[in-house]
């Protein structure tokens, strides 16, 4: 009998499964205007226990004795609780929908009502109070209470509370999320604690033992082992609407839901990766765990931490692995390793620096790129404005050009989670084959979501907006232009009505509260 593997997002006990449920507000944090700063500026203020990066084919390997790695890592790892208010447990009306109806949820949590479709609606008076939603953990990065844990750990919850391994317990808030690459950054009114240094993922070498620490089913402070079987894997987990850049660190170290956002660490105790995925046939750990590297969560949390928002730099250009039949088809002989051009978009950073279709990138900054998760890990680490430099092989023949990145939108300028007060997202132009294919003439998508307005509305991430207030929306700039005249407006005329398209198809229409925006 053929076998076929689930990839698993690590979250709860179970697992967090998106619905429609308001979201708590977000941290405000003044930003200011000064040059971006790096991971370390940001991180290792105050605190002893950051120690320096050090590379890891350094450190003296003793796979004998792991107990000075446990023993510096446990009380770095927290235990992350979300926390939602159901909705009711009725879908006839009423009282009915919301989280708990959910068809996902009940599959993964049973059924908190029990034979509830056999059952008369009873009408709830009383406000229902919050309840656990799901389990994760998270990664103290700074000892005034910065917190790195996976996206999908903190999505859609109402409260965080986090408890740490001497047992004591905060509320956290949300400074930022990204989507994209699943990692979210959260606050706790905390001193003085205990930080996971951080280690070099790139220096990390396949064979290398590893210890990912968790909290496991709920069970705390839980340590394992393993070896890196892998760098540079993609899972294809984008197909399931969680992440479009993958480049995971592959552990055979037992991680099983709960672990979502925990260390994966080195046996000097550095930290070198964020455990977010397994690769299973029954959802619990019966294979490879997947680990997000510290090459690309040091640039996150850095940017969530100063803009609010990720800085995505893009190279604007279409690529696949180069295999075989490609390289055949187009007399690539030169190299059989490699990141294969198909498509340059006009306006582009590529464009721009004379890249071209047929190219096949093989380093960027003299690292190789074998495959495109490798690729995408490395144009990762950098933001709109910062150069690189490209080798690529042409007509068999190997070059290298400096590349000047730019975003999404095709400019370098800086994205602040502030800018549109608090909406709680970002806005990204739409290309003109995803509009073709969803029948649009226009709209922009809905992106780097986090709590604030739109989520309190029920907007999910990627949404296409194609109009607000029946006014045409084709660039983020006409978000804001129609958001500065709404917020000139009496307070009773303080609403944005959304209408637009989800990348499945699925309309929606949503209206936006002003009202108390400031």
């Not at 090459?295 to 692995?321: C, E, F, H, N, P």
Request: net charge neutral; hydrophobic share 35%.
């Amino acid at each position: 009998m053929k076998l076929t593997g689930k990839i698993v997002l690590l979250a709860a006990g179970t697992a967090i499964v998106s619905s429609a449920v308001t979201a708590f507000a977000v941290q405000r944090s003044l930003f200011n205007e000064d040059a971006a700063k790096s991971y370390t500026e940001l991180f290792d203020s105050g605190s002893a226990s950051t120690g320096s990066v050090r590379k890891v084919s350094q450190l003296p390997a003793n796979p004998s004795d792991f107990t000075t790695a446990a023993e510096s890592t446990i009380n770095g790892v927290v235990s992350i609780k979300s926390y939602v208010t159901p909705r009711g447990y009725d879908r006839s009306g009423g009282n009915g929908g919301g989280f708990f109806d959910d068809p996902f949820f009940e599959y993964f949590f049973g059924n908190p009502g029990g034979n509830r479709r056999s059952q008369p609606r009873q009408e709830q008076q009383q406000p229902r109070k919050q309840q656990p939603a799901g389990l994760g953990s998270g990664v103290v990065i700074s000892s005034d209470g910065y917190i790195v844990t996976n996206n999908h750990v903190i999505d859609e919850a109402e409260r965080l509370e986090v408890t740490l391994n001497d047992n004591r317990t905060f509320d956290a808030t949300v400074v930022g999320a990204d989507p994209t690459t699943d990692l979210a950054l959260i606050k706790i009114d905390a001193k003085d604690l205990h930080v996971i240094p951080m280690g070099d993922s790139e220096a990390l070498k396949v064979g290398e033992w590893v210890l990912a620490v968790g909290n496991p089913f709920g069970f705390t402070s839980t340590v394992t082992t393993g070896i890196v079987s892998a760098k540079g894997r993609s899972i294809g987990s984008q197909n399931h609407g969680r992440m479009g850049i993958e480049s995971y660190i592959q552990t055979d170290a037992a991680v099983n839901p709960g672990n979502s956002g925990g260390a994966l660490v080195n046996l000097a105790g550095e930290l070198i990766g964020i455990n977010t995925a397994t690769y299973s046939q029954t959802g619990n750990y019966a294979g490879y765990s997947f680990a997000i590297p510290t090459s690309i969560v040091k640039k996150i949390m850095s940017d969530l931490r100063q803009y609010g928002t990720v800085q995505r730099a893009v190279l604007g250009v279409g690529i696949s692995d180069l295999t075989n039949e490609i390289a055949k088809e187009n007399n690539i002989t030169a190299v059989t390793k490699g990141v294969y051009v198909g498509e340059v978009s006009d306006r582009s950073s590529a464009k721009e620096a004379g890249l071209q279709k047929n190219d096949v990138f093989i380093k960027i900054n003299d690292v190789p790129t074998d495959n495109s998760a490798q690729l995408q890990e490395q144009v990762a680490k950098y933001r709109p404005g910062d150069k690189i430099k490209v080798t690529y092989v042409r007509d068999n023949k190997t070059q290298s050009v400096d590349v000047t990145l730019r975003n999404p939108q095709g400019n370098m300028d800086v994205t602040k989670a502030g800018d549109i007060t608090d909406l709680g997202c970002a806005f990204r132009k739409v290309d003109e084959s995803t509009l073709r294919q969803l029948g649009l003439s226009n709209g922009v998508k809905v992106t780097g979501l986090s709590a604030g307005r739109f989520r309190e509305a029920g907007v999910k991430e990627g949404f296409i907006i194609y109009s607000i207030n029946d006014s045409r929306v084709s660039s983020p700039d006409d978000v804001e232009k129609i958001y500065k005249a709404i917020m000139k407006g009496s307070a009773d005329e303080k609403v944005m009505i959304l209408r637009g398209v989800y990348p499945t198809g699925k309309r929606g229409i949503y209206a936006v509260d002003l009202s108390s925006a400031e």
